[in-house]
Structures are given as structure tokens and as C-alpha cells.
């Protein structure tokens, strides 16, 4: 009877309509830019990105913080982070030539994607960085190929249970791998350097980095025994960000990370990386668009904006479930979200709580900074979000 009694679609448009709020309150220089006229628009808080850097140094003290470029590769992005220290991950040959732009120094930069074109071996040679991830004996023979004593890392798989963007699938290895593998990049004349893991993107399960810094301990111990000397333990990204519903803190997650890190390592590697891409970008950005449709079919109420999963909101696709906000009051509905596109494929949410919206009206879509402009594309002749950073 209780359960009933919950009215559901009233907690979800209120999360969001006090995200929104919280989100203008913090950044009033924002509601000039509330209402553009063209759109969609991703607005991002450059300032907040930097705050969100120093806040993870102070948390994760004794981590360099690499942040994962691929999450959004604004120049003004990496440019802000490079001047306050940051660190950098990145996969290709244009990442990598972004970096170096913005005046970091190669050795302040890492690739952790363990399988890499070899063209983008050869570039980082002619810059000479010379650290990277693997996870099979081709890649590292395609290093070795390229570089004598280069770095590698290698990545073990743990599990990305409560992880709403897992990565667990495609890369990682068992231990008994792990160890072959950085006996293998010995004998390749290659420095075995390592070891990385990644929780998941969006991790919400602590339990994820219990089992990473633990099985990378064991790793280590192994390599130890094997007279392999290794001097770096990544803990890769992960961090989450409030999206239609809570996430866990910076604070929190580093709190747990230490107390890990004292029990499965007490001497500590020589340096410890954590390569965050969203927990860095993801709630410092709004997409705003509008409303461009509606349509009743069946039982369902649509309601099409003009962006959607090609040209911005790709996350929606695979379980990232974004807040919206419509600027409204009235009886609330459930909407299905369409995106632009005639592709059915495209339909950006479903279930989403709002009041009636109109052709024309402005939808503010929290949280997001991370890995949305960086899968856009142009499809079907729609824009991709315009990137602006409101000044205070
Ligand atoms: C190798 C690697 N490192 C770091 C990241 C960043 O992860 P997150 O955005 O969850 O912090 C990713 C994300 O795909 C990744 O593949």
C-alpha cells in the first residue's frame, strides 16, 4: 500500500529540478547563457573542471592524476588542467598532438589503451613518450618493434559489477597472463613497468577497487618472486558523477582507496597513477536543447529534441541515465525522449518525468561534460553541440 503511495515521477523531477538549481546557484555567470538561440549547447564550467582537478589531488594525495583525455578534449579543457600540473592519458596520434599543444612535457604523459594502431607507437616515439599499457604479447611486440625499452604496463581485469559504463570486457588479463606478459616484455628488451586495472566507468561499487588493489598486490608479489622490479600501480578512472541519481564522493572513494592501498601495500610504488576522465569533466557541463516534436503513440508520450545519441548523447545508448529539466511547472507525465535523427536507434531516454512540454522549449540535460561532443558527429546533417565557457 505504501509503495503505491510514492509518487515516483515527482522524486525524479524534483532530483533533477534541485540538480539544475544547485547546478545555476554555484555558477550564476550561467543564466545569461540559459536560453541560446541556437542549440544544442553543451556549456561547460572551466573553473569547475579545475576545481575538480584540485579537489582529487588533495583527496588522492600520494596519486598523480592522469586525466583521460578521451573523456572531453576541449584544447581549453587540457590547457587549464596542464597549467595546474595535470598529468594526461591519451590513445591517438590527435590526443596525444593536443597534449603536447598545451606544453606537457611527454614524460607527464601515458597511453592505457592496451591495444594501440602502430602509427601512434611510431608518433609517440618521434615525441618520446614511452610509457603504455598492454594486455597480449602482439602488442607488445608491436612496441618493441618501435622502441627499445619502453615502459609497459600491464592491465588485469577485475570485475565492473555496479559499473554503468563497464569496460571489463574488451581488455584485461587473469594474473597468470599478467605475469607472462611482463616476463615476455623483458626478454623484448621493453622495461616492465607495472600494472593498471579500470573499475568501470561510472563506478558505484567500491568493491571494484577492493578487488583491483588487491589483485594488483598479488601481481606484484609474483613479479617480485620473478625478480621483476615494478615501479608503478595505476588504478585507472572510474570516479562516478551525479546523474539522475547519486553517486559516490571523491572524498569517500579516496578514503576507501587509502585504507586499500595501507593494507595491500605497505611499501608504496615508486609512483601511483589514477587516470579519471569523467569524475573530472562529467557534472561540470549542461547540454541544453529544445523541443522540436511531440507525438502520442499508443500508450506512449514522445517528445523529440534536436540533438540525440549520434550527435552528442551516445551514453544514453549504454546506460548512462542523464537528468533532464524542463523549466516548468504542471501535472508531470512520462516521456520517451527522441533524438534528432530518423534513426529509431536514436532515442535518448525513456520514463522521464516532466511536465508538458511545447515545441520550442529549452531542455537542460545535467551532467553533461563527459564523453558526449567527443562522440559527435554530424549525422543525418544535424550539428554537433556547440562547446561555450561562460566567464564569471
Ligand atoms: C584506459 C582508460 N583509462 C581511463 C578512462 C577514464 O575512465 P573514467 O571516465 O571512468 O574516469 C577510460 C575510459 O574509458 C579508459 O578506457
Not at 578521451?70 to 590513445?91: M, Q, T, Y
Not at 518525468?353 to 546533417?381: Q, R
Request: aromatic content about 12%; hydrophobic content about 40%; charged content about 25%.
Amino acid at each position: 500500500m505504501l509503495k503505491s503511495a510514492i509518487d515516483h515521477k515527482a522524486i525524479q523531477f524534483e532530483f533533477a529540478k534541485k540538480t539544475f538549481l544547485s547546478f545555476i546557484e554555484e555558477r550564476k555567470h550561467f543564466i545569461p547563457y540559459l536560453r541560446p538561440e541556437k542549440t544544442p549547447v553543451l556549456c561547460m564550467d572551466l573553473d569547475g573542471i579545475k576545481r575538480r582537478y584540485i579537489e582529487l589531488k588533495y583527496h588522492f594525495s600520494k596519486f598523480n592524476v592522469y586525466y583521460a583525455v578521451k573523456a572531453n578534449d576541449h584544447e581549453r579543457i587540457i590547457k587549464s588542467l596542464a597549467e595546474l600540473g595535470s598529468h594526461f592519458e591519451v590513445a591517438s596520434s590527435q590526443e596525444l598532438s593536443k597534449v603536447l599543444q598545451a606544453g606537457v612535457s611527454p614524460n607527464r604523459i601515458i597511453s592505457s589503451n592496451p591495444v594501440k594502431p602502430p602509427d601512434f607507437i611510431e608518433y609517440c616515439k618521434e615525441v618520446g613518450m614511452d610509457r603504455f599499457a598492454v594486455d597480449s604479447y602482439t602488442e607488445i611486440d608491436k612496441i618493441a618493434a618501435v622502441m627499445k625499452r619502453a615502459r609497459v604496463y600491464v592491465r588485469v581485469v577485475v570485475p565492473n559489477e555496479g559499473s554503468d559504463w563497464p569496460l571489463s570486457k574488451k581488455f584485461g588479463v587473469d594474473l597468470d597472463t599478467a605475469i607472462d606478459l611482463l616476463e615476455y616484455a623483458r626478454e623484448k628488451n621493453l622495461i616492465p613497468y607495472g600494472i593498471t586495472f579500470h573499475v568501470g566507468s561510472q563506478c558505484n561499487n567500491f568493491r571494484n577497487w577492493f578487488i583491483g588493489i588487491r589483485t594488483a598486490a598479488e601481481l606484484w608479489e609474483r613479479a617480485r618472486m620473478r625478480g621483476l622490479k615494478l615501479q608503478m600501480l595505476n588504478i585507472g578512472g572510474g570516479i562516478p558523477v551525479k546523474y539522475s541519481y547519486e553517486a559516490l564522493s571523491i572524498e569517500d572513494i579516496a578514503y576507501y582507496v587509502k585504507g586499500l592501498m595501507q593494507k595491500f601495500f605497505p611499501i608504496l610504488p615508486h609512483e601511483l597513477q589514477m587516470e579519471p576522465g569523467r569524475g573530472i569533466v562529467g557534472d561540470q557541463g549542461m547540454m541544453i536543447c529544445r523541443v522540436i516534436g511531440k507525438a502520442k503513440r499508443g500508450e506512449d508520450n514522445w517528445l523529440y529534441i534536436d540533438t540525440g545519441v549520434f550527435n552528442g548523447l551516445a551514453e544514453a545508448l549504454g546506460g548512462i541515465r542523464y537528468a533532464f529539466y524542463l523549466d516548468k511547472e504542471g501535472e508531470l507525465k512520462e516521456w520517451t525522449i527522441g533524438g534528432v535523427s530518423c534513426d529509431s536507434m536514436d532515442v535518448v531516454a525513456r520514463n522521464v518525468a516532466l511536465p508538458e512540454p511545447e515545441v520550442g522549449d529549452y531542455l537542460y540535460i545535467l551532467s553533461a561534460g563527459a564523453y558526449t561532443t567527443v562522440y559527435a558527429a554530424p549525422f543525418n546533417g544535424f550539428p554537433v553541440p556547440e562547446v561555450i565557457f561562460p566567464q564569471g
